[in-house]
């Protein structure tokens, strides 16, 4: 017999199938669970048609004793009648599909992906990687590229290369902005004896593509995504003056006539001019602007007696950079005379460059084979991740500054106030009695980091009981500062710059660094180190060295300061810090 008929009660449910004797138990079971949904292993069937099994079916029984034309015989309904027992497993899809990462399209899946995609090494293009990838962090540059139309192909490229960039996770070629470098500046097209591509400066390259972009890139309003106004511009008239451009004021002043002689007895030949008087011996200060797109760190030292400076440290280089001696003629002399040149800043961007001069140019006369070399200076020279640009400014910047300064330290000196009378009191209201001495630890303690007391300035020697300490710790603490500006009522500040956050005080937070490794100027590796963007912690780096990319820390970047033959920092890029001075992360900015 082929096919048996049977009827199996399942709970109320009667379940109807046919049975190829042939196939055993388990074919059995497999059609009663394509029915029911009971699995195979957990389903237990027991007779109730006489002649057939006894008890429960077990797996291994043999149909071949049984005579099933003889069951179906006796049978009322003309089937084998059978219990089934057994609960039907419901199996749920997962309610969210699991879509892995690989199977998801390049374009979505970069967008999941924190971690960003480097750049391939197209010959001895390390140089434009680094620097390509800390631009493609400036959302300003970004946006004036993007809504650029015009038929430059070195900005096209790269507008189209971020947009690429964007849209994977894997290394991109930057063939076409290579190409477009190349060929809007000729000097990145050498090659060497061997025909391979030579290595080129980064700075030479960032500062080439601004001057390129600047010419270029002229619709301020779609940049910034408002209406410019000129009081916010203070004279920026494209997109990279605005994003990059600083302002710089010149003073000149002549060292042998820059003060008041008039009683001093000077013969008048000294003048040079054999006329006048000594009160007119006074060379008036010669005041100019000029606008660069990057801050220069002297880690040499300066000429002469400046040469013996030992810089250390960023500001120290800043402000050797901003300062120096020149010849120039001299109208009341009548002839060449040593003058005193200053910088100060006169409008802040957002976006701070900063070029560490690692090298510059030896004569050497006595080759034969050449005038000159370059050469690379080793020296370490130390940075930290908040730049402070307030002593670099104008009397006029700094009075706007300072205004916010000044609101921010009386918001730090009411949250220090509070504390400080919130700790005394849980002193107070302990068993026992505060001494003086406890009111003094508990005054140092809160106003550590932000405002300078001194125990034994609140103690008093011991004069004072504790509620005396409180008010003179309170006192001292909320003492003016001499640098307090006063801001009348309703006054408006002029911007100090464009597209600077609301209450700016001068602080600019470092997000990327262009290093450089090995001793030869025209040689050595070139990488990019970019703050991360979309993770938890605030410490989080990549460095891009051309298509591999690798998380780091902070402390790694601030270790590149030089010093050896690892990596160290040329160009420092910072943008404009929403913050104030007397932030956690802000306490040990040198001053």
């Known amino acids: 017999m082929s096919a048996v008929p049977v009827k199996a009660k399942w709970g109320k449910v009667i379940v109807e199938i046919d049975f190829v004797v042939s196939e055993g138990v388990s074919g059995l079971k497999t059609k009663l669970e394509s029915k029911t949904g009971v699995p195979s292993d957990r389903m237990k069937l027991m007779p109730k048609s006489k002649g057939l099994w006894k008890g429960v079916l077990k797996d291994d029984y043999d149909f071949s004793s049984i005579d099933f034309t003889s069951v179906l015989s006796k049978s009322k309904n003309g089937a084998i009648d059978i219990l089934l027992m057994g609960s039907a497993v419901q199996l749920d899809g997962p309610k969210v599909k699991t879509i892995f990462l690989e199977d998801l399209p390049q374009e979505e899946a970069a967008k999941l992906v924190v971690e960003p995609s480097g750049l391939t090494n197209l010959g001895n293009t390390c140089y434009l990687n680094s620097v390509t990838q800390c631009l493609r962090r400036i959302p300003l540059l970004r946006t004036g590229l993007s809504s650029y139309s015009q038929s430059n192909q070195l900005l096209s490229s790269l507008r189209d290369l971020f947009f690429n960039l964007d849209r994977t996770t894997r290394a991109f070629p930057p063939a076409q902005f290579v190409m477009s470098t190349k060929g809007t500046f000729p000097q990145f097209a050498q090659t060497g004896p061997n025909g391979a591509p030579m290595q080129q400066d980064a700075e030479e390259f960032f500062s080439s593509f601004l001057t390129v972009a600047s010419n270029e890139l002229s619709d301020l309003n779609a940049a910034f995504g408002k209406t410019m106004t000129g009081d916010e511009l203070k004279g920026a008239n494209n997109v990279i003056d605005a994003v990059f451009g600083i302002k710089i004021e010149e003073t000149l002043t002549c060292d042998e006539l820059s003060v008041d002689v008039a009683a001093v007895d000077m013969d008048v030949d000294m003048l040079g001019n054999g006329t006048g008087t000594a009160a007119a011996a006074i060379e008036p200060a010669k005041k100019s602007y000029d606008l660069q797109r990057k801050l220069v760190c002297n880690i040499q030292g300066g000429q002469g007696v400046g040469s013996q400076v030992n810089i250390s440290h960023i500001d120290e280089g800043l402000k050797l950079g901003l300062e120096g001696k020149i010849t120039k003629h001299s109208d009341i002399l009548g002839r060449d005379s040593v003058w005193t040149k200053s910088l100060k800043i006169a409008r802040l961007p957002p976006i701070l460059v900063v070029q560490f001069g690692r090298f510059y140019w030896k004569l050497t006369p006595d080759s034969q084979d050449h005038t000159g070399v370059k050469c ?171 298509d591999e990319v690798s998380p780091c820390k902070t402390e790694d970047v601030l270790k590149l300061k030089g010093g050896g033959d690892w990596h160290m920092s040329y160009l420092n890029f910072y943008r404009a810090k929403k913050g104030s001075i007397y932030d956690s992360e802000n306490k040990n900015i040198k001053k």
């Open 376 to 546: 690379k200076v080793m020296k370490p020279v130390t940075f930290q991740s908040t730049l402070d640009l307030f002593d670099f400014c104008t009397d006029d910047i700094k009075k706007v500054l300072q205004v916010f300064r000044d609101k921010a330290r009386e918001e730090e000196e009411d949250r220090v106030a509070k504390r400080l009378k919130a700790s005394i009191a849980a002193l107070s209201s302990s068993s026992e009695k505060p001494d003086v001495m406890d009111v003094s630890e508990i005054a140092e303690k809160e106003v550590s980091g932000s405002v300078a007391l001194k125990s034994e300035e609140i103690s008093q020697e011991g004069e004072d009981d504790e509620e005396t300490a409180l008010q003179r710790a309170l006192a001292m603490s909320m003492s003016p500062d001499e640098n307090v500006v006063e801001n009348p009522v309703g006054e408006k500040l002029c911007p100090v710059g464009p597209g600077l956050p609301d209450e700016f005080q001068g602080l600019y937070e470092l997000y990327g660094v262009v290093t450089h490794k090995g001793r030869s100027a025209d040689g050595g590796h070139y990488m990019g180190w970019v703050k991360a963007e979309g993770t938890e912690s605030d410490d989080d780096w990549f460095v891009f060295d051309d």
